[in-house]
């Protein structure tokens, strides 16, 4: 019988003062070398736990990480380099590896300097050697304004693989997103783990928009310690992608204010690549965030966000079907009936919007949230 966790993984949290309350630190090692797999953000801004982690993760050799929460440490200059290393030597000390086996990662405001005579003070008084590795803790420690933690635990053969997110807001990435990671005991070749995991990130946190603003702290993990063996692959990449999407759902319907999870598929597209265009328009535009909150069923905005993608000369709106779950409403004749029961699915807490565009077989599904008064108010009063 499987085991509840991944066997192997040793790890802490703690709240060391960065967040008034609250566990803010967060270490995860495995007991054994592991094989990796990372993506990061493209931001300009990439803050220097980004870059840090960024130079170690070709290697395919770490074997865990640490997190900070409530701080980004973005924008700091040379100090917020020299912080970030002594962090991870701080942290690496503490798990028994070496600096370059741990990625570090920080999530939190922009522009502040650790404070780093507590963090010192809070790693120096942690017990060694770590204790067994408690990711329900883990997927606490690593929040800021969510509202409740994200974890998940699948299986494939013997192995099982366990993973968390943290994130709800400045989320629309080019490459990865917001902080997530994945501890399996899987045995998996780096080539192999590398490959699947850059496809899984793809359809599924890549498929993720809450507000189209792109993290400088954007950080997505696995690490594999072969403590099961091997396992097979396909299989294992399902099972990825399982664990990945359920953190996706659960992000998208903990956005920063949201009160409903937006799904739009696309179907019918040149191409996958044209699919996804499509999506993100429709599902990032306030137009149909706030339609979509207000449940009105206002399926003009959905032709709006299509529509405003001019370079898209193939799509023919004569071609195009829009559907609010299973109901057609366009091309479809727009009666009292018809846009009450488009209104009683956009009441829902989970809305389906569905268009298929008639020009070959591409799709792709993307993932987001409505807009709400209580976006605004989290983001208006960040730092105060």
Known sequence: MPATFPRGFRGVTAHLGVKESAADFAVVVSEVPATSAAVFTQSRFAGPSVTLSRADAPLHGSRGMVTVSGNANVANGAGGVEDAVELRRLAAELAGVEPAELLVASTGVIGRRYPMERIRAGVAGLARPLGEADFAATARAIMTTDTRSKQTTVTCGDAVLTAVAKGVGMIEPNMAT???????????????????????????????????????????????????????LAEFEQALHRAALHLVREIACDGEGATK????????????????????????????????????????????????????????????????????????????????????????????????????????????????????????????
């Open 178 to 232: 917001l902080l997530t990671f994945f501890f399996t005991d899987a045995e998996i070749p780096a080539a192999e783990l590398d490959a699947m995991f850059r496809r899984v990130m793809d359809r599924t946190f890549n498929a993720l928009s809450i507000d189209t603003d792109t993290s400088t702290s954007d950080t997505a993990a696995v690490f594999a310690n072969g403590l099961a063996g091997p396992v097979d």
């Open 261 to 384: 999870l937006i799904e739009v598929r696309v179907t019918g597209a040149r191409d996958d690549a044209q699919a996804k265009r499509v999506a993100k328009a429709i599902v990032n535009s306030p137009l149909v965030k706030t339609a979509v909150h207000g449940a009105d069923p206002n399926w003009g905005r959905v032709a709006m966000a299509i529509g405003k993608l001019h370079q898209e000369t193939d799509i023919d709106p004569d071609l195009v079907r829009i559907h609010f779950g299973e109901l057609e409403v366009y091309p479809a004749p727009s009666t009292e009936e018809l846009l009450a029961a488009a209104s009683r699915h956009l009441a829902s807490d989970e809305v389906v919007i569905g268009v298929e565009l008639g020009i070959a077989g591409g799709a792709f599904t993307v993932y987001g949230c409505d807009l709400t008064e209580g976006y605004v108010k989290i983001n208006a009063d960040y730092t105060t």
